[in-house]
T-cell receptor
Framework: EAQVTQNPRYLITVTGKKLTVTCSQNMNHEYMSWYRQDPGLGLRQIYY???????DKGDVPEGYKVSRKEKRNFPLILESPSPNQTSLYFC??????????????FGSGTRLTVV | AQTVTQSQPEMSVQEAETVTLSCTYDTSESNYYLFWYKQPPSRQMILVIRQEAYKQQNATENRFSVNFQKAAKSFSLKISDSQLGDTAMYFCAFRAGGSQGNLIFGKGTKLSVKP
């Protein structure tokens, strides 16, 4: 089954304790992205990647890191989480083929709480 | 920079009736794609419908259809014969054509379908 797999689905952590949210897709998509969703703000992009070893900042990158060492994986790293990073996080991927763009396929989301 | 505006934070509709969700966007791009995503209480992001800007014909997917007004930069979603399972957050999204286009979301409309 074609899908984007995020883990964990729920995570409660303490301020300052490094964590990684994993994301993997099995569709050979070039493009992957991380979003955070907060009430009243919609989805805001954190980082995206056009392909292996190519990453760039989105609208709200502060406090986050990413890496793209393999095409299928795009982990999100919080080196020192803070309570304002409590949010619902989504990983997404898509093809990008010339001028023909597609909608994203989303993971199931990770509910992160930082206390 | 592109922006997407959903002016209706919440809406409700009676089961079996028709409802229209509004979306406007701002861009200087000539080639782009527009999407409606549904997020039910399970929080999964589900692609409902997709419209290419170069196509004049409005997209339709079963009970879901769009009214795409390119000159007015308007992209509304019509849901016919509303069902209880249509209760969800609905997000309008924009993506510029070409390989650099990120998916930009509106803040969402919460739709409640009442029995």
């Amino acid at each position: 089954e074609a899908q984007v797999t995020q883990n964990p689905r729920y995570l409660i952590t303490v301020t300052g304790k490094k964590l990684t949210v994993t994301c993997s897709q099995n569709m050979n998509h070039e493009y992957m992205s991380w979003y955070r969703q907060d009430p009243g703000l919609g989805l805001r992009q954190i980082y995206y990647s056009m392909n292996v070893e190519v990453t760039d900042k989105g609208d709200v990158p502060e406090g986050y890191k990413v890496s793209r060492k393999e095409k299928r994986n795009f982990p999100l790293i919080l080196e020192s989480p803070s309570p304002n990073q409590t949010s619902l996080y989504f990983c997404a991927s898509s093809f990008v083929r010339g001028m023909s763009n597609y909608g994203y396929t989303f993971g199931s989301g990770t509910r992160l709480t930082v206390v | 920079a592109q922006t997407v505006t959903q002016s209706q934070p919440e809406m409700s509709v009676q089961e079996a009736e028709t409802v229209t969700l509004s979306c406007t966007y701002d861009t200087s791009e000539s080639n782009y794609y527009l999407f409606w995503y549904k997020q039910p209480p399970s929080r999964q992001m589900i692609l409902v419908i997709r419209q290419e800007a170069y196509k004049q014909q409005n997209a339709t997917e079963n009970r879901f259809s769009v009214n795409f007004q390119k000159a007015a930069k308007s992209f509304s979603l019509k849901i016919s014969d509303s069902q209880l399972g249509d209760t969800a957050m609905y997000f309008c999204a924009f993506r510029a054509g070409g390989s650099q286009g990120n998916l930009i979301f509106g803040k969402g409309t919460k739709l409640s379908v009442k029995p």
